[in-house]
């Protein structure tokens, strides 16, 4: 998802190391390594905010460093990542092994079987998306309070 606010930076004190495996993996895959590093931004701000939630938190919560180290299967999210379009429904929900991270989707669809409560349940972030497209019955605030850049959100009857 390529984002259409771009500015230059300069940024001090960048690992050399961690810089040139950045710029090799960027030239493999064909992208810049300023896109690179703009997902790499986006996903850390995600993890950071969800970071609580990870391990069955309310935000803010002290020792949560000490905590995730021993974070149960069933909350270790699931990542899905950069798909054109992804319709999920509520089975696809349910049989989710944790909380899903979806990250980098043009268009991501939740089918009406979705409701609020397993929406809250099972999906821990949305970032970097295109369009969301939600019905009535999921609760639009509730889906606004788990995206991060997302570009539009659509609501259908």
Not at 36 to 50: C, G, M, P, R
Request: hydrophobic fraction near 45%; proline fraction near 3%; aromatic fraction near 6%.
């Amino acid at each position: 998802m390529s984002s259409q606010r771009q500015r230059n930076v300069l940024i001090r004190g960048v690992d050399s190391d961690a810089y040139e495996e950045i710029s090799s993996l960027a030239k493999n895959m064909g992208v810049s390594v300023g896109y690179l590093v703009s997902q790499a931004l986006k996903t850390f701000i995600a993890l950071a905010d969800a970071g609580p939630q990870l391990i069955g938190l309310k935000k803010d919560t002290p020792g949560i460093l000490r905590r995730l180290v021993a974070l149960e299967k069933s909350r270790r999210p699931v990542f899905i990542r950069h798909v054109g379009r992804l319709e999920l429904s509520r089975e696809d929900l349910e049989n989710a092994e944790g909380p899903l991270f979806i990250i980098g989707v043009d268009e991501l669809i939740f089918d009406p079987s979705v409701d609020t409560k397993l929406f809250e349940e099972k999906i821990l972030r949305i970032v970097d998306c295109g369009k969301v497209v939600i019905h009535r019955g999921l609760n639009k605030l509730t889906v606004l309070s788990k995206t991060l850049f997302v570009r539009e959100i659509v609501e259908i009857i």
